[in-house]
Each structure stands twice: as structure tokens, then as C-alpha cells.
């Protein structure tokens, strides 16, 4: 399985961006698709994440101006990103869990995306 991630860039502090992340490579639908974040010198953490039911997790952070969707394409999910501010500078990651077809599943890391926002 591949993640590619896309939709990076810079933008003025209350400004908008939207990422895209689209997996290929899967016969399966995903079980969860999610966009996690690092900033220089910080952990890496998650943003927003949705699973195949629908149920959506977003950081406190994040709430109120990010919304994860899933995409009309199969295995592709979107994050809007509105009211950025320059604490949302980061590179951001796509992770996906798969049916590996067996007795489980498998996470999958995509490459990042910066995203920069100037005050």
C-alpha cells in the first residue's frame, strides 16, 4: 500500500489549506485514515483521523477549524484545514491501517506535507 499526501504550502495566519491523501495498492477498503503532525523539536501527534464507519477523533486543538472527510474515491480522505494559525506549522503525515488479509491489519506511514504558517 502507498499513501500519497498532497495539499502542503504557505499560508497567512487565517488562512485556509486543504491536504488530500489517497492510498493505492489495497483491495480493501481502509479500516482508518488519519493525519498526524510533527513540528520541529515535538513529538509527532495526531490531527484528525476517521475510520470506515464514519467516526471521526480530531485533537483539541484542531477542533472547530480542521474537518476530516472521506473522498469519493475509494481509500482517499481530505483534511480542511480553516483559522490556520502559526502553532499549526508542521510537516504532516497520512497513516492508514489496512486488512492485511489475513487475521489482521497494518499501519502505513505516508510521505509528509509541510505546512507553513506565517503570522
Known amino acids: 500500500v502507498q499513501l500519497q499526501a498532497s495539499g502542503g504550502g504557505l499560508v497567512q495566519a487565517g488562512g485556509s489549506l486543504r491536504l488530500s491523501c489517497a492510498a493505492s495498492?489495497?483491495?480493501?477498503?481502509?479500516?482508518?485514515m488519519g493525519w498526524y503532525r510533527q513540528a520541529p523539536g515535538k513529538q509527532r501527534e495526531l490531527v484528525a483521523a476517521?475510520?470506515?464507519?464514519?467516526?471521526?477523533n480530531y485533537a483539541d486543538s484542531v477542533k472547530g477549524r480542521f474537518t476530516i472527510s472521506r473522498g469519493n474515491a475509494k481509500n482517499t480522505v481530505y483534511l480542511q484545514m480553516n483559522s490556520l494559525s502559526p502553532e499549526d506549522t508542521a510537516v504532516y503525515y497520512c497513516?492508514?491501517?489496512?486488512?492485511?488479509?489475513?487475521?489482521?491489519?497494518?499501519?502505513?506511514w505516508g510521505q509528509g506535507t509541510q505546512v507553513t504558517v506565517s503570522s
Open positions: 476517521v475510520t470506515s464507519d464514519g467516526n471521526r
Open positions: 497513516k492508514a491501517e489496512f486488512p492485511n488479509g489475513r487475521d489482521g491489519s497494518r499501519l502505513y
Open positions: 495498492g489495497s483491495i480493501f477498503s481502509f479500516v482508518g
